[in-house]
């Protein structure tokens, strides 16, 4: 909504990139580093798509996630400085980037530096899209090879590399030129649900802001700061389908394994997990198909189906590239969906709809 955003005083600025460094850890997560644990502990930690624990205790996971979130937004403040920003760009910079939120200080957002500037955000955004697991493990054992092993991580890099492919020659045959850094920028931008942008989107042509609604939809891996399905979830569903067929092809003396990464599952807890997936991406989508038709009926007639379904995508995946709808002039009650589908998005789909069926039930 702030159309310029290095003239707010630095007192907004220092107070939109904190909201965003401890909504991209979780209001959730730093509660728990100082309450007493509780048998809602594990809820509220659950709540969060966060499905692993560093060690024995809740509480103690989450303060070892806060240190290692503090060292990678320190070492990316230090990073940008390095690569050409001012201190306060790099601080608030630094902090956006890690929490995969984007919000910038710089009128032309980080398409005011250089391409060598742009390179060092493309990292932080990959670090904020790596779940704390993963973290915690690369930074004790020093293993990159940890990444390739853990599936859902593993679809992380081949989503990297094959989506920013296609969206490159997509953009090249669409526009007649070859621009790898603003493109390779942009998916990883959106596929990190960071939402940082070099280049005006608008113009893209359709196919290719449809590759960047496919990235914001699927976001980073589970247990990290990103918004959206997240890669854990996408993985499962395709082992749902795996699992299908091979039960369809199986032989009466044969029996099926269900593994998942290095865990062997029973099949009532394979399907259970399948089901509870599928169950959450209904509603995902059609919670998704319901904004998006509410914010069909606000916006001008002018305005295309396009761009409003790629708002909606971005904001309830909590990414923030926008397609033009989003503007100071936009109607208050599209602002009212627009903040509706951001909140629904960060807190995850299912707490809000247990909240709100509480709520209905209290008033019969």
Same mark, same amino acid.
């Given at each position: 909504?702030?159309?310029?955003?290095?003239?707010?005083?630095?007192?907004?600025?220092?107070?939109?990139?904190?909201?965003?460094?401890?909504?991209?850890?979780?209001? *959730?997560?730093?509660?728990?580093? =100082? *309450?007493?644990?509780?048998? %809602?502990?594990?809820?509220?930690?659950?709540?969060?798509?966060?499905?692993?624990?560093?060690?024995?205790?809740?509480?103690?996971?989450?303060?070892?996630?806060?240190?290692?979130?503090?060292?990678?937004?320190?070492? %990316?403040?230090?990073?940008?400085?390095?690569?050409?920003?001012?201190?306060?760009?790099?601080?608030?910079?630094?902090?956006?980037?890690?929490?995969?939120?984007?919000?910038?200080?710089?009128?032309?957002?980080?398409?005011?530096?250089?391409?060598?500037?742009?390179?060092?955000?493309?990292?932080?955004?990959?670090?904020?899209? *790596?779940?704390?697991?993963?973290?915690?493990?690369?930074?004790?054992?020093?293993? @990159?090879?940890?990444?390739?092993?853990?599936?859902?991580?593993? =679809?992380?890099?081949?989503?990297?590399?094959?989506?920013?492919?296609?969206?490159?020659?997509?953009?090249?045959?669409?526009?007649?030129?070859?621009?790898?850094?603003?493109?390779?920028?942009?998916?990883?931008?959106?596929?990190?649900?960071?939402?940082?942008?070099?280049?005006?989107?608008?113009?893209?042509?359709?196919?290719?802001?449809?590759?960047?609604?496919?990235?914001?939809?699927?976001?980073?891996?589970?247990?990290?700061?990103?918004?959206?399905?997240?890669?854990?979830?996408?993985?499962?569903? %395709?082992?749902? *389908?795996?699992?299908?067929?091979?039960?369809?092809?199986?032989?009466?003396?044969?029996?099926?394994?269900?593994?998942?990464?290095?865990?062997?599952?029973?099949?009532?807890?394979?399907?259970?997990?399948?089901?509870?997936?599928?169950?959450? =991406?209904?509603?995902?989508?059609?919670?998704?198909?319901?904004?998006?038709?509410?914010?069909?009926?606000?916006?001008?007639?002018? =305005?295309?189906?396009?761009?409003?379904?790629?708002?909606?995508?971005?904001?309830?995946?909590?990414? %923030?590239?926008?397609?033009?709808?989003?503007?100071?002039?936009?109607?208050?009650?599209?602002?009212?969906? @627009?903040?509706?589908?951001?909140?629904?998005?960060?807190?995850?789909?299912?707490?809000?709809?247990?909240?709100?069926?509480?709520?209905?039930?209290?008033?019969?």
């Amino acid at each position: 909504m702030v159309q310029n955003p290095a003239t707010l005083p630095i007192s907004l600025q220092w107070w939109r990139s904190f909201s965003q460094w401890v909504g991209g850890i979780g209001v *959730i997560v730093l509660m728990l580093s =100082v *309450i007493q644990s509780t048998s %809602g502990v594990y809820r509220l930690y659950y709540s969060e798509a966060r499905d692993d624990k560093l060690f024995p205790s809740v509480r103690s996971t989450v303060r070892m996630i806060g240190w290692i979130y503090l060292f990678y937004t320190i070492s %990316g403040i230090v990073l940008f400085r390095l690569a050409g920003m001012p201190w306060w760009v790099a601080v608030n910079h630094g902090m956006t980037a890690i929490a995969t939120g984007g919000f910038a200080i710089t009128d032309e957002r980080i398409g005011a530096y250089d391409s060598g500037t742009q390179l060092a955000v493309i990292p932080m955004m990959l670090l904020g899209a *790596i779940s704390f697991r993963m973290h915690y493990r690369l930074l004790t054992q020093r293993r @990159l090879t940890f990444l390739w092993h853990d599936t859902q991580h593993r =679809v992380l890099l081949l989503f990297v590399a094959i989506g920013s492919t296609l969206l490159l020659l997509e953009q090249t045959w669409f526009s007649g030129t070859f621009n790898l850094i603003d493109v390779l920028f942009q998916w990883i931008s959106a596929l990190t649900t960071c939402g940082f942008s070099t280049v005006d989107i608008q113009p893209w042509s359709p196919s290719a802001k449809l590759l960047l609604m496919l990235a914001m939809l699927v976001g980073g891996t589970a247990g990290s700061t990103v918004g959206g399905l997240k890669m854990s979830r996408i993985v499962l569903l %395709g082992k749902g *389908i795996q699992w299908r067929f091979q039960q369809i092809n199986l032989r009466p003396h044969q029996l099926m394994r269900y593994r998942l990464d290095s865990k062997v599952l029973s099949a009532g807890e394979a399907f259970a997990r399948v089901e509870s997936t599928a169950i959450l =991406v209904i509603l995902w989508l059609i919670t998704l198909f319901g904004m998006i038709v509410t914010l069909l009926h606000i916006v001008p007639r002018d =305005v295309t189906t396009e761009a409003v379904l790629f708002e909606t995508i971005s904001a309830f995946s909590n990414v %923030g590239l926008s397609a033009g709808v989003t503007h100071p002039t936009l109607h208050w009650a599209g602002k009212g969906v @627009l903040m509706y589908c951001m909140w629904m998005g960060r807190l995850e789909i299912v707490p809000v709809v247990f909240l709100l069926t509480r709520v209905l039930n209290r008033h019969p």
